[in-house]
């Protein structure tokens, strides 16, 4: 009895799954008969048997973790194939305005003459020669099929800065210029003072309005906020410019020397801090920096 029920069973369960089956074999038989009968039916059969196996062969690779070892050997059949058509680099040329020693450029790069052209990472490039001191913006460009150009925008020298003791060459940021030489830019405005790079670039825009006072500069001094002296005559002369209005006592001063020609006297310092009031002093004992 126990025999005769399990084998009823299985029948049952044969039974049940029968239809499914039968279902999958007559879509099959279907697709091949639409397929023999038509070229589009034929066409659309292989279609589904390609995208099945290759979606079937790529979860494979993709379960057994070979795909990346897939990439990176396309990778090096491409790279191989790349460099035998010849997009290797034989020249890289570093275009500038002269500071900058060419040398000095190519000692940082990650690359030379010989390496795959493809292997020269743009940004990474140009960041590290921005860090050189004398270079404001790099370009670097890959020519095809062989060289690197590095385009280079050097930083200006704009002035001398001293602090403490110390002087050295400043761009019109007010940030200095790591190896400038300043014997070699003694024809440059000397600012003095903590804070006087950082503002040097204002008061040297200001000044220009007033040509015949800045032909005679010889120094900017940065008193405090906003606040300059300026050496005058080979350091005869120290005049106190005012602190809120920079334009109006450069105007004052402008004005006091052509009606009375006060530059060309013995004063040591003129004051024009206060807008109502002109104080002189006739020796030059304070006027040094």
């Keep these: 009895m126990a025999k005769m029920k399990s084998r009823k069973s299985i029948s049952k369960s044969l039974k049940g799954k029968s239809p499914r089956l039968k279902g999958a074999r007559n879509w099959a038989s279907a697709q091949v008969r639409l397929a023999s009968y038509s070229r589009l039916g034929f066409i659309k059969l292989c279609t589904s048997i390609i995208s099945t196996l290759f979606i079937i062969t790529f979860f494979s690779l993709w379960i057994g973790g070979f795909l990346p070892d897939i990439r990176k050997y396309s990778e090096e059949i491409k790279r191989n194939r790349l460099i035998s058509l010849g997009f290797v ?86 940030e200095v210029i790591v190896g400038a030489s300043v014997s070699e830019n003694q024809n440059l405005n000397l600012f003095v003072g903590k804070d006087a790079a ?82 002189l002093k006739p020796d030059g004992n304070d006027s040094g920096i």
């Design 89 to 174: 680099i034989k020249k890289i040329n570093v275009i500038g305005e002269g500071r900058l020693p060419e040398d000095d450029v190519k000692k940082i790069l990650d690359f030379q003459n010989g390496d795959y052209l493809f292997d020269v990472e743009i940004n990474l490039t140009q960041k590290k020669i921005e860090d050189l001191p004398w270079v404001n913006r790099a370009l670097v460009r890959r020519l095809w099929p062989d060289q690197v150009v590095i385009q280079i925008v050097e930083r200006q020298p704009f002035a001398l800065w001293q602090y403490k003791g110390k002087v050295e060459v400043i761009d019109i940021l007010g």
């Design 198 to 279: 950082i503002n040097a670039a204002n008061i040297s825009e200001i000044i220009l309005n007033f040509p015949s006072i800045a032909e005679r500069v010889d120094s900017f001094v940065y008193v405090s906020e906003n606040r300059w002296d300026i050496i005058m005559d080979k350091g005869n002369i120290r005049v106190l410019l005012s602190q809120h209005n920079l334009n109006e006592s450069l105007l004052m001063l402008k004005n006091l020397h052509s009606q009375r020609d006060i530059l060309d006297r013995k004063i040591g310092t003129i004051d024009l801090r206060l807008k109502d009031r002109l104080s």
